[in-house]
């Protein structure tokens, strides 16, 4: 019953290339969020958006870049992965106003591999 | 700093037992709470949220108790199942206006049949 997707699934890709990891939601909300996680490690956020054109780094310092053009997208972008980038990437959305305390909905991650 | 702290050791129940889970903070006055699951390679799933003015709240098989004077959330599962194996994320969120929240590291449970 996922409302939010991430693509790819799986990615193994080498030293120096640019890649993008794709976040879309179908629930209209207005803020989205990109979090990193190792295994057995809390989710440290890394960027987030409150709205179109609207996006801020998160707690975490990361290379990565994000945009937000449109309200269902939430694209990330690593313009030359490194192995230290290797980790589990998680997309979120979260409405506002009332609805705002029905938590977060999460896509299913992209796990990314840096050789 | 801000920490959550959850059980890091893996919490073991037989089944139809109920399991209790613990997330105490330090540093943090959250208005709000929130209880994920996790399972391997998946995004976490929202399950409860409770307020710093509710004691506590229960959905099916969940309850969750909020003590803002001790700074500890209780998370329990009655008549668990081996379904429920999995690891419970606790979350904290400051107000109803700050969107972002931050995650303990979760506790990893095992039901045994």
């Known amino acids: 019953e996922a409302d939010i997707y991430q693509t790819p699934r799986y990615l193994v890709i080498g030293t120096g290339k640019k890649i993008t990891l794709e976040c879309s939601q179908t629930?209209?909300?207005?803020?989205m969020y990109w979090y990193q996680q190792d295994p057995g490690m809390e989710l440290h956020l890394i960027h987030y958006?409150?709205?179109?054109?609207?996006?801020e780094k998160g707690d975490l310092s990361s290379e990565s870049t994000v945009s937000r053009i449109r309200t269902e997208h939430f694209p990330l972008t690593l313009e030359s992965a490194r192995p230290s980038h290797t980790s589990q990437y998680l997309c979120?959305?979260?409405?506002?106003?009332?609805?705002?305390?029905?938590?977060?909905?999460f896509g299913s991650g992209t796990r990314l591999t840096v050789v | 700093s801000q920490k959550i702290e959850q059980n890091s050791e893996a919490l073991n129940i037989q089944e139809g037992k109920t399991a209790t889970l613990t997330c105490n903070y330090t540093?943090?006055?959250?208005?709000?709470l929130q209880w994920y699951r996790q399972d391997p390679g998946r995004g976490p799933v929202f399950l409860l949220l409770?307020?710093?003015?509710?004691k506590e709240k229960r959905k099916e098989r969940l309850k969750v108790t909020f003590d803002t004077t001790l700074k500890q959330s209780l998370f329990h599962i009655t008549a668990s199942q081996p379904a429920d194996s999995a690891t419970y994320l606790c979350?904290?969120?400051?107000?109803?206006?700050?969107?972002?929240?931050?995650f303990g590291s979760g506790t990893r449970l095992s039901i045994r049949p």
């Open positions: 979120a959305s979260s409405d506002s106003g009332q609805r705002a305390n029905y938590g977060y909905t």
């Open positions: 629930m209209g909300h207005d803020k």
């Open positions: 958006s409150y709205g179109v054109n609207s996006t």
């Open positions: 540093n943090y006055s959250p208005a709000y």
């Open positions: 409770i307020r710093e003015n509710e």
């Open positions: 979350a904290l969120q400051r107000d109803s206006s700050a969107s972002k929240i931050i």
